[in-house]
């Protein structure tokens, strides 16, 4: 698991330096007393592919940005930490002379003597306000395709899968359709064909096509595409970073990250079903002890073959319940309208074995500079 993206802020106990040529002052017009300061957001540029956006308001300052990919020509492989990112983004504060994020020790209740809104929990240290956690899985040459169907099916939570017309996209959401989501946002999708679409495009005009930093990055391309590269990506917003205790960094534990992630990492495990017919599904059942009988898988996979030619059910009856809740535990949703498309006979480690494992990071890989300066 690393980071693909991290929004931080700190409130600091003085006022900040202009670091904007033009800036807005807020003046009580009886006493001309400088009641604030608001600079605008300006945005600060050193890769290929990406910016960081840096915004100071009053006391406040805030960075949003992809930390993995400042100062590179790619973000296959990031940071692992908040440490590392954060050691990024104070080095981009340091060139503007701005105060570097730090730990929280302590969080505060705000009164609203300050202009602030009372009630608002404050920290004398950085504010994580969104997380993106992301992991690369290997599913084989020519595997993405058929792995991002067979996951679009699952649920996570209340959460839809969401297959995008091209069939290289997944998302999970709310509604179903690909947007949306208060707390998280989650999805995967086929990594080389993401390159090929932004990446190469922008590194070929900027370098040209014969440049030794074009054909490094096709090699990258290359390499997921041999590897069926696959990347699941989970955003973690500021609501439920409060909701969770994962808010003011440096008063958590960064494992829960690790927790979180495996939970969204572990969507395939329940495809059971090599072919969505009578026998496979009630045979399946009944090896994975869900039921115990015969008659008993026989009813269930009947409720899955009438679901498939697009039957209602009555979720309020018991036996309808009970159908669903043993077809969910092998990957089959009653609960959501049948997309057929989404069954055919290649799912994780059935029929055509596509079988998941962790990408390794190669040789000639160019890790970024300052991975090795945070870890001096």
């Known amino acids: 698991m690393f980071i693909d993206w991290l929004t931080v802020s700190q409130e600091h106990p003085h006022d900040l330096p202009v670091v904007c040529d033009v800036f807005t002052l807020t003046i009580d017009a009886n006493t001309n007393e400088v009641l604030s300061t608001k600079q605008p957001r300006f945005v600060h540029r050193e890769s290929y592919s990406t910016s960081v956006t840096i915004h100071v308001s009053g006391r406040n300052v805030r960075v949003d940005g992809n930390p993995s990919r400042v100062g590179r020509l790619d973000n296959l492989f990031g940071f692992t930490t908040i440490d590392q990112c954060i050691a990024v983004y104070n080095a981009l504060l340091a060139q503007y002379g701005l105060p570097p994020f730090s730990r ?61 017309p091209n069939g290289r996209t997944v998302a999970w959401t709310p509604k179903g359709n690909g947007k949306g989501g208060r707390l998280q946002y989650r999805k995967a999708y086929e990594k080389s064909f993401e390159l090929d679409l932004n990446l190469l495009p922008k590194i070929k005009r900027e370098f040209g096509e014969d440049s030794s930093e074009y054909k490094y990055v096709v090699q990258v391309r290359d390499y997921c595409v041999a590897n069926g590269v696959v990347r699941m990506e989970q955003e973690l917003k500021a ?6 205790g994962l808010a003011f960094w440096g008063l958590f534990n960064e494992a829960r990250f690790i927790e979180i992630h495996n939970e969204f990492l572990a969507i395939d495990e329940r495809l059971q079903v090599t072919a969505m017919d009578m026998m496979t599904i009630a045979d399946k059942l009944l090896e994975l002890g869900i039921v115990n009988s015969r008659q008993a898988a026989n009813s269930t996979a009947s409720a899955a073959i009438l679901w498939m030619h697009g039957q209602k059910f009555d979720f309020t009856k018991s036996q309808v319940k009970t159908n669903a809740a043993r077809l969910n535990r092998i990957g089959i949703n009653i609960r959501n309208a049948c997309d057929t498309s989404r069954f055919a006979p290649v799912f994780v480690r059935q029929c055509r074995e596509v079988t998941k494992s962790e990408l390794a990071m190669p040789a000639w890989y160019r890790r970024p500079s300052h991975l090795q300066l945070v870890a001096a």
Request: net charge positive; aromatic share 6%; with cysteine.
């Open 104 to 164: 929280c020790t302590r969080v505060m209740v705000r009164d609203g003597t300050s202009g602030g809104k009372a009630g608002d929990l404050v920290a004398d240290g950085a504010v994580i306000h969104r997380i993106d956690l992301t992991t690369n899985v290997a599913v084989g040459e020519g595997n993405p395709l058929a792995y991002l169907r067979g996951v679009s099916s699952q649920r996570i939570g209340h959460s839809i899968g969401y297959l995008y």
């Open 239 to 244: 609501e439920y970073l409060k909701r969770e």
